[in-house]
């Protein structure tokens, strides 16, 4: 039996595709699609987490599985993009803890943002991963706001429930802001003076 699935939606996610059914078991491509303004209902549904952030959301990708029923979720393969463009994040417990992690060191303890009184703005936020054996590995993330920037690489278990990502923030300071804006000094300097490394590892929730 094959299945074209012409219109379909998964927590918000349009999901159009093909289901192949046979004695041996199944198989799936799919190429999942979101673009909205509202990204907490989707990632809630998908991930039970909870994210309150604003701007313009897309997500795109394409994914294969096959294999019996039972196992499919683990045969995952496949990539996905996600882009996020002008807007504010209030809450999202990761970056949040991050956050909490760097302000309270002395160098910065005051500087970055309070995500529970003003949130974190944001110009883009871009991530691209890959699935493989139950696991997401998440290529790299990027955030470029204007009081900080921030890059992120390393893996989700799916099915443990499990992360570990390390992750570089960089606080723009006035005197970052002022490099960035000195051609020469800019591109020896790579943009800013610190960036701060840091370990994300254990339960997804």
Do not use: W
Not at 19 to 31: A, C, E, F, I, T
Not at 142 to 151: C, H, I, K
Not at 189 to 197: F, M, Q, R, W
């Amino acid at each position: 039996v094959e299945v074209n699935i012409e219109e379909a939606k998964l927590c918000g996610v349009s999901t159009p595709g093909v289901v192949k059914v046979n004695d041996q078991g199944m198989s799936l491509d799919v190429r999942p699609v979101f673009r909205s303004r509202e990204l907490g209902p989707m990632v809630k549904c998908l991930l039970d987490q909870e994210i309150r952030a604003t701007g313009d959301f897309e997500l795109k990708g394409r994914i294969f599985a096959q294999g019996k029923p039972e196992d499919l979720f683990d045969s995952f393969k496949g990539d996905l993009e996600f882009r996020a463009k002008d807007g504010q994040i209030y809450y999202s417990v990761g970056l949040f803890r991050i956050l909490e992690f760097i302000n309270a060191t002395e160098m910065y303890r005051g500087k970055l943002p309070d995500m529970k009184k003003e949130g974190l703005l944001y110009k883009l936020i871009s991530a691209r991963g890959s699935f493989q054996n139950g696991r997401f590995t998440i290529k790299e993330i990027t955030l470029d706001g204007p009081t900080m920037e921030m890059v992120a690489q390393g893996e989700i278990d799916l099915a443990g429930g499990k992360v570990n990502l390390t992750v570089l923030v960089a606080p723009l300071k006035t005197v970052d802001r002022i490099i960035k804006k000195i051609p020469l000094v800019r591109d020896i300097l790579a943009g800013t003076l610190v960036v701060i490394p840091v370990r994300v590892s254990g339960d997804l929730k």
